[in-house]
């Protein structure tokens, strides 16, 4: 199990170029990547995205690219004769119509504009594609790691939750059966007080039990929530991009905690339900860092 939250870091240097990847991701529902890099490296985003999604499913994550060239012959020196011949020109021009000494050098003509230019050479996109690859991959593989890191200490914060809340189903079935005795019993003694001790109509009290009982049971709920409790720990155990899962097994839990409470007339199970409401909502905020 991952977490969203991750970070990685990778440098490689290779034939005089050097490449900085570094990865940093929070939390979001689908997977946003935005990635920074120079513009001489914009042609290779389409194919860095694919790699990306290689690693990661669910999350926000900023990229950042650097890449740096030592090599001698990365620039050329250009000469544009056109722009020179241009220059010199309306240069003579200049000096016929206002009768002006044309005292034009070759030295002076060189440092007009664009006389001189330094233009990059070709980049060999495999070569550059092959060492910016193996970056990437390394920041990934860091990123990865910080991810599974943090997927450990929350499933383990969950796992505790959990049992906490198995802890809370079992109260609750325990403390359930005692709560329609205890009506039963009270039930008795207004008949008591209302007919001075004259025989009870068993039947009659029998039947308004069961319509308590039935009004009260909460057993379908009991079962469904101790079964999404245990599917959630089997998921944690089990791994992978399992967050949005995990999400909506939440929902349902906490579904069925509220119909918990709308039934109980119980002081005690109220007290025990919201306490299983609000690890439920605990268990919901943590899943919600979960790829």
Not at 181 to 203: N, T
Request: aromatic share 8%; hydrophobic share 40%; glycine share 4%.
């Amino acid at each position: 199990m991952k977490s969203m939250t991750g970070f990685g870091r990778c440098e490689v240097m290779e034939n005089n170029r050097k490449f900085t990847v570094e990865l940093k991701s929070v939390n979001h529902r689908y997977l946003d990547i935005n990635i920074k890099m120079p513009k001489k490296l914009g042609f290779f985003e389409g194919t860095i995205r694919t790699l990306l999604k290689e690693y990661m499913q669910r999350g926000k994550v900023d990229v950042f690219i650097s890449y740096e060239d030592y090599t001698e012959e990365n620039f050329a020196l250009q000469y544009n004769e056109e722009v020179a011949a241009a220059y010199l020109k309306y240069l003579t021009q200049m000096a016929e119509t206002f009768q002006l000494e044309n005292d034009i050098r070759v030295s002076a003509l060189s440092r007009y504009p664009e006389v001189f230019t330094m233009e990059e050479q070709n980049i060999d996109e495999k070569e550059l594609w092959a060492i910016l690859e193996k970056t990437i991959r390394g920041a990934c593989s860091q990123f990865v790691e910080s991810r599974i890191a943090e997927g450990a200490r929350l499933a383990a914060d969950l796992m505790e939750k959990l049992d906490t809340m198995l802890h809370y189903v079992d109260e609750i079935e325990k403390r359930s059966p005692a709560i329609v005795a205890e009506y039963r019993q009270r039930l008795e003694e207004k008949v008591r007080e209302l007919f001075d001790d004259k025989q009870m109509d068993e039947s009659r009290i029998v039947t308004e039990v069961t319509i308590f009982a039935d009004k009260i049971c909460v057993d379908e709920e009991m079962v469904r929530l101790r079964s999404h409790v245990e599917a959630t720990k089997a998921a944690i155990g089990q791994g992978g991009s399992i967050g949005r899962k995990l999400d909506f097994i939440a929902q349902e839990m906490n579904r069925e905690a509220n119909t918990i409470l709308s039934k109980t007339t119980d002081l005690t199970v109220s007290d025990i339900g919201i306490d299983l409401k609000t690890d439920i909502e605990k268990v919901r905020e943590q899943i919600q860092n979960i790829e």
